[in-house]
């Protein structure tokens, strides 16, 4: 297997947003013993297709077509001429969704799909009815969790011989570099630090995360300290729950960071919250910054929201909650407190999380990806 093409719906990092496609692109940055030609999908609003380097990798930004058909067009016109010179032997996709599906179903090469949580919850009839054909025409299907294959397998039943779970990776090199002097600015030494990262959407459910702070703050007044890093849909209704609670002295919000302020807030944090829900057909696939907190030895308190319990483990590396239970509020503040006040139990589950987290890497789940066939 010499080239692989791989192609990205949500995009590839730029030097404005080095977060996009982040995923995709750290598994072709994992692939060392193949050509890897990477086609961005999202991120080109100009009047030419750009073609450009980020990190040392070559990526091709095609036109941001929508349902543009004269883009669409002139986007195959540019893929075939690649294909024609460099022949993939394998086409990976990242999501289920008729992007990806419009520029792979023509190709003639062996095709993996990688399907990433609530992309497998198709709801509407034709979409479905698309997504269906495409399926059966894949020669693999990957699902990042065992819950996520699941929801899949109920969707699209005569496709379960072909699909797999192979979970995600993280980069250990991007959680090693860290700002000093932004850690500075942050680490207030009177306070211990709470860490959220996420989009900030209702499916995250950070409302929660900042409703049980409030209540730890009432017990433990100006003990903590959270800080959420994020942006989303969300973000007004957030920093105006925060003003209504008076904790603006006790809570921040961060969005656009980079990756060293992010691995300088995992350096300075004790704890780490995300308590995700599920949200009309919506559910967390995965959860990769479970891996990062744990690496960086953050006690996590987290929910069972969909592919969550793949990795989290009560009380063994995290403690997790059923968050659509009514008094789950009060029995994780129960938990926090007891944990705070235990220091053999926060060093038992620092040390599962470390050891857990080193299992995971890109290199790995590449590897796993592409031998799947």
């Known amino acids: ?65 929508k349902f543009n058909i004269f883009k669409i067009i002139l986007n195959y016109l540019f893929i075939f001429k690649i294909v024609k010179k460099n022949q993939p032997s394998l086409i990976l996709s990242s999501f289920l969704n008729i992007k990806n599906i419009i520029y792979t179903s023509v190709l003639n090469s062996k095709k993996i799909v990688l399907i990433h949580g609530s992309d497998a919850n198709t709801k509407s009839f034709i979409r479905k009815f698309i997504f269906k054909f495409y399926l059966n025409k894949l020669d693999r299907i990957i699902c990042v969790s065992k819950y996520t294959k699941k929801i899949l397998i109920q969707n699209y039943s005569d496709i379960k011989k072909k699909t797999i779970v192979i979970h995600n990776g993280f980069s250990r090199e991007k959680l090693k570099k860290t700002d000093l002097n932004f850690k500075k600015k942050i680490l207030n030494k009177k306070k211990i630090l709470l860490l959220t990262i996420a989009n900030l959407v209702p499916r995250k459910n950070i409302k929660d995360v900042i409703d049980i ?108 909650f059923n968050v659509e239970n009514s008094n789950y509020k009060k029995k994780l503040l129960k938990t926090f407190f007891s944990v705070e006040r235990n220091k053999k139990i926060q060093k038992k589950i620092i040390d599962k999380g470390i050891s857990f987290s080193k299992k995971f890497s890109w290199e790995k789940n590449i590897n796993l990806i592409i031998n799947s066939l």
């Not at 890093?229 to 209704?237: A, M």
């Not at 069972?304 to 403690?319: C, H, P, Q, R, S």
Request: hydrophobic letters at 40%; proline letters at 1%; a positive charge.
């Open 1 to 65: 297997m010499k080239n692989i093409f791989i192609f990205s719906s949500d995009g590839f990092p730029t030097l404005n947003n080095p977060n996009l496609g982040i995923f995709s692109f750290e598994q072709a940055k994992a692939i060392k013993d193949k050509k890897v030609y990477l086609f961005d999908l999202s991120t080109n609003f100009s009047n030419r297709i750009i073609i450009d380097k980020y990190h040392g990798l070559k990526i091709y930004r095609l036109y941001s077509s």
């Open 213 to 320: 702070f409030y209540k730890i703050n009432l017990k433990a007044k100006n003990k903590f300290h959270l800080n959420i890093i994020g942006q989303g849909s969300e973000k007004n209704n957030l920093e105006e729950l925060i003003i209504n609670n008076n904790l603006q002295k006790n809570v921040n919000i961060y969005s656009n960071l980079n990756n060293a302020q992010i691995a300088s807030f995992y350096d300075a944090s004790k704890y780490f919250f995300l308590l995700s829900k599920s949200y009309k057909h919506e559910f967390e696939g995965f959860g990769i910054v479970f891996l990062e907190a744990m690496y960086k030895k953050n006690i996590i308190f987290a929910s069972t929201n969909g592919g969550i319990t793949d990795i989290l483990k009560n009380k063994k590396n995290a403690f997790i």
